[in-house]
């Protein structure tokens, strides 16, 4: 037990975790503040709609982080996590159906509403126990990992890496997307699952269940931050970064790679599930286009400009890239693609360790001390 | 009006004249002509004896008045009883022509004819009589229309001329679908040896025919039909997998277009280009602007954009390779956001500057249309044509990779960058050349693709995941692979579609394939000794 809580509480003595937790517990404590405490008029007031939208972009952080931990210190490049958000956010987006009960539009008490549409006479058997939060809870950590579990033993057995790993990613979670968009599927084909009444009894459009929501949210992030920088530390952390930098040595060291891969890639998978879950309930929607391949890319692309393998550095890219979605698309909804294709580009090819590296580089610059590079490949 | 009185009486006195002294003669009778004044005054019994008749003389007019009494526009002038045929029938005023002649009368009240009256019954005659005259025209094609006509339409009066026809029909395929109808004939009035004839037939109506005989009394006819349709449904099957099995080759033959520029820039190269998809998008486009360059020849805008199509796709491809793709030299996932990247651009700049919404690209003629193999089985000829084209692609790409200096080049900078430097080979240009070429033969599939899908901003998107999975599955690096892979995908996707649905047997095909990568990560066909990476 000793040894387990030392390797829990490890990030905790490192400065970077005490800055970011910092960071995070202040901004969390000052949007409250503003929220609650400051007079609607007033130009400081955080609205409601603001503190879901910053809940929101916690989530995209999580999932960030989820893809660092793999990108960065696996050196797996996912183009599906998406699809592990996604299965995330159904286990909860089946929880709230369920929690709607008879105030659908057709007051069936127990069939959501699209499945009355759809003649379904009762309930398929992977909807029972949605109705119980616990059951739904686990679901959100059991779904996407157990798909991880599969796709990566299957994957990671037979040495699949790389670029061939980055495709078969992104196939797997294209192949879902048509899935879901079926009817047949029983999660309500492309329009998913919607018209959320409330959760755990706390009434969805109040102001205060929002402001609880975004604290979940923010409170997720940094345990998913503090677990993450838990297993990077450790010694499988070493090993994981190892396998990264050269599998085959690693292998021929005598560590089982595939057993260090398919653990670090499950792990993920489940934070990404977590991440989906809480988005669900703010954005009030959960549909395919979450499995589209283009929103798993996306997701790196929030990795490379924060800085790969620092973690930190995918919160910052999520943050950054999100709120200027957010601008772009409100004042010139075209111009969003260009600027997100020109940053593929300028990150790639100008900034390849992210603004994490230009902080660090920066620093070293302060502290004058050229001997203590970092290698990230 | 005078003037069309005057023509009128013309035509009147002509007629007379002509009646006047052909009146003697006995075979007159029989002239068309006389026929013709005859059916208008015949009664309604008469009138289908006088049309057969008419329709023996081998009048060449024959079939111009059977089909006017058919639609009721045959008709006489009142007042001087020549037979005129009404060429336009609306309004107050008809358009008349003269019926012998086909000299244009003007216009003429219509209170002043008087049509020819025909009921169904002489209607469905002169369908028969017009069926058989069309037997006997020049063109085999339009024989061959007029016998599938006559499929279950035969009676008595007609099948003694079909056999008649029978005897002089020198055309083979004019003459199974002549035995046919006549069989058909026969099995309804219960000819029981009749059912051999038809069963080797695909005609529906042959099948309909059977049908009812299988429930018809007489239990020696019911049992041969039973046999003879088994026989026919075992026909259709064979058949069907044919159809099946053209439909798996021509979207396999479209996958094999679309992946093949890419089995060149990710198998030889190995770079990981994601806007490969938007290349294909940019050659479909050419095809687009070529037409609107030269409207109203979409062949030869069509023909034209290969070429056009391939340099804009090589130019669009060799900017990718100079401005991002070269800094990115052995950081293959970098390569793969970045080409991402621009993929988001083109598409986006496509939606921008021409418009979000599909293009329309006409097919040519030339392209349209199908080829009937039989009465079950057609195809479609622009498939045909992108089957033949992705075929001449490959063989194309073959050829340069294995027998030009440029393709021997490629392979040693594959193999051994820095040996095929120190030998003298320009490393940084066969990069170029290579991707150059990848990228054109994108542009090649996107002119066969604007012929068989929605030209828009969203084409190449749809063809991204696909082409890297035919990539993977024929093996990296390995063109043939890429062949087979296309062309098996296609055939396996369309196999499952008939009992699975379109999007079941996607997600399937898509399952199989990481499935099978797990079993062999290296594909169908891997790379041996020492072109083979690791």
Known sequence: MATSQTWLLRPFQERSTQLFLGVLFAALVLVTFLHLFMPEDSALHVSAYTVTLLGKYLCYALLAVAVDLVWGYLGILSLGHGAFFALGGYAMGMYLMRQIGDRGVYGDPVLPDFMVFLNWQELPWYWQGFDMAWFAFIMVLLAPGLLALVFGFLAFRSRVTGVYLSIITQALTFALMLAFFRNEMGFGGNNGLTDFKDILGFDLRSDATRLGLFLATGIALAVGYVVCRAIVTSKLGRVSVACRDAEARTRFLGYRVERVQLFVFVVSAMLAGVAGALYVPQVGIINPSEFSPLFSIEIVVWVALGGRATLYGAVIGALLVNYAKTVFTGIMPDAWLFALGALFVLVTVFLPKGIAGLLQKRRQKDDDQPGAQEATA | ?534
């Not at chain 2, 007029?146 to 001329?161: D, F, M, S």
């Not at chain 2, 009394?217 to 449904?233: F, G, M, N, T, W």
């Open chain 2, 1 to 534: 009006m005078s003037i069309h009185r005057l023509l009128a009486r013309m035509v009147l006195a002509v007629c007379l004249a002509l009646g006047a002294t052909l009146a003697n003669a006995q075979a007159q009778t029989n002239a068309p002509e006389a026929l013709l004044k005859r059916l208008v005054e015949a009664g309604q019994a008469e009138k289908t004896d006088l049309l057969k008749a008419l329709s023996e003389t081998g009048d060449e007019r024959a079939r111009g008045w059977l089909e006017a009494v058919r639609d009721g526009k045959l008709a006489m002038i009142e007042d001087t009883g020549a037979l005129v045929i009404v060429v336009n029938n609306r309004g107050r005023n008809w358009q008349i022509a003269d019926a012998l002649t086909g000299e244009d009368l003007g216009e003429m009240s219509r209170r002043d004819l008087q049509s020819l009256r025909v009921n169904n019954a002489l209607r469905a005659d002169i369908e028969g009589i017009l069926s058989v005259i069309d037997l006997t025209v020049a063109d085999p094609g339009q024989r061959l229309d007029a016998a599938r006509n006559l499929l279950g339409e035969v009676n008595e009066a007609l099948a003694t001329q079909l056999q008649a026809r029978l005897q002089v029909e020198d055309n083979g395929q004019v003459r199974d679908m002549l035995t046919n109808a006549l069989a058909i004939y026969q099995v309804e009035q219960g000819d029981v040896e009749a059912v051999a004839t038809l069963s080797g037939s695909l005609n529906p109506t042959v099948r309909a025919a059977l049908n009812n005989a299988v429930n018809s009394d007489d239990p020696a006819l019911a049992a041969a039909a039973e046999k003879a349709l088994a026989s026919i449904e075992q026909k259709l099957k064979l058949n069907r997998a044919a159809e099946t099995l053209y439909f798996g080759l021509s979207l396999g033959s479209v996958l094999v277009l679309a992946a093949i520029g890419l089995a060149i820039t990710f198998g030889v190269m190995g770079v990981i280009n994601m806007a490969h998809g938007e290349l294909i998008m940019l050659g479909a486009y050419t095809t687009w602007g070529m037409q609107q360059l030269f409207p109203g020849q979409p062949g030869l805008a069509l023909i034209l954009s290969i070429p056009a199509g391939f340099l804009v796709a090589a130019l669009a491809g060799i900017a990718i390779e100079r401005s991002v793709i070269q800094y990115l030299k052995g950081r293959p996932l970098e390569t793969l956001l970045a080409t991402f990247g621009i993929s988001l651009i083109l598409q986006q700049l496509v939606r921008t500057v021409i418009s979000p919404l599909n293009r329309t690209v006409v097919t040519p003629e030339w392209m349209s249309g199908s080829i009937m193999v039989n009465e079950a089985l057609s195809l479609t000829l622009n498939r045909l044509y992108v089957i033949g084209f992705a075929l001449v692609v490959f063989a194309g790409l073959m050829l340069i990779m294995r027998k030009t200096r440029l393709g021997l080049e490629v392979r040693a900078v594959t193999q051994n960058r820095a040996m095929a430097r120190s030998m003298g080979i320009k490393a940084t240009k066969v990069d170029i050349m290579t991707f150059a070429l990848g990228s054109g033969v994108a542009g090649l599939a996107g002119v066969a693709l604007s012929q068989i899908t929605n030209v828009g901003p969203n084409l190449g998107q749809n063809y991204i995941i696909d082409s890297f999975m035919v990539v993977v599955f024929g093996g990296v690096g390995n063109l043939w692979g890429t062949l087979i892979a296309g062309l098996s995908l296609g055939t396996i996707n369309q196999l499952l579609e008939p009992w699975a649905g379109a999007v079941l047997a996607k997600i399937m095909v898509l399952v199989l394939i990481i499935l099978f990568i797990q079993k062999r990560p290296r594909g169908l066909f891997p790379q041996k000794g020492r072109a083979a990476e690791g």
